[in-house]
């Protein structure tokens, strides 16, 4: 049973430019959540797609954006790139909302 | 209102001995509290996690205690092992509004062998 898989594993980009982060959940999980892990800090969370709406945001400016597709993998999406966008970005999915979340281990993101 | 802190930063523990990492909040609305092992280069993984209608959960060598009153909760690892040596987060959130995260700062443990 595969767990939550991130594509890219690593990814390097320059300022202004866009990035497109993959997640597929967990088999039977409907529920993904997204969250930036800064280097030596804890994950902060991002937003949640459920049914492919996004259901919770948290505090990231519009330039963060998000997508749920009908098979329940998601998408992250980045524009015009800061330095300070430079973490570990984490997909976690979960068997419907209120269920506890399970982490894929990320997509480390380096922007130059 | 959203915090969720963390100490300590880090911990030394000797093989076999008690390690024991902290955890205060400040949102009495969070009902769920879970505690995550990450390894270098992994995601954080789902170790144990407790509701506030008990006092104390355990599973295996893993120990979560929780204060209501005293909004605080601690994990506590027995007969600590090289093999636990990771950095730990803890965190909240209430359940019914979609399990939102919000994670400690993390403490990273090394037991010696």
């Known amino acids: 049973d595969a767990g939550v898989t991130q594509s890219p594993t690593h990814l390097i980009k320059t300022r202004g430019q866009q990035v497109t982060l993959r997640c597929s959940p967990k088999?039977?999980?409907?529920?993904v959540s997204w969250y930036q892990q800064a280097l030596g800090q804890g994950p902060q969370f991002i937003f949640q797609?459920?049914?492919?709406?996004?259901?919770q945001r948290g505090n990231f400016p519009d330039r963060f954006s998000g997508h749920q597709f009908p098979n329940y993998s998601s998408e992250l999406n980045v524009n015009a790139l800061l330095l300070g966008d430079s973490a570990l970005y984490l997909c976690?999915?979960?068997?419907?909302?209120?269920?506890?979340?399970?982490f894929g281990d990320g997509t480390r993101l380096s922007i130059l | 209102q959203q915090q969720v802190k963390q100490s300590p930063q880090s911990l030394i523990v000797q093989k076999g001995g008690i390690s024991i990492i902290n955890c205060a909040y400040e949102?009495?609305?969070?009902?769920?509290f879970p505690w995550y092992q990450q390894f270098p280069g992994k995601g954080p993984a789902l170790l144990i996690a407790i509701r506030p209608d008990v006092s104390e959960k355990k599973e295996g060598r893993f120990t979560i205690s929780f204060n209501k009153s005293a909004k605080q909760f601690s994990l506590h690892i027995m007969d600590s092992q090289p093999g636990d040596s990771a950095t730990y987060f803890c965190a909240a959130s209430k359940m019914e509004y979609g399990n939102k995260l919000v994670f400690g700062a993390g403490t990273i443990l090394r037991v010696k062998s």
């Open positions: 797609y459920y049914e492919e709406e996004e259901r």
């Open positions: 949102n009495t609305a969070f009902d769920y």
């Open positions: 088999s039977g999980h409907d529920t």
């Open positions: 976690a999915s979960s068997q419907n909302s209120n269920q506890p979340q399970h």
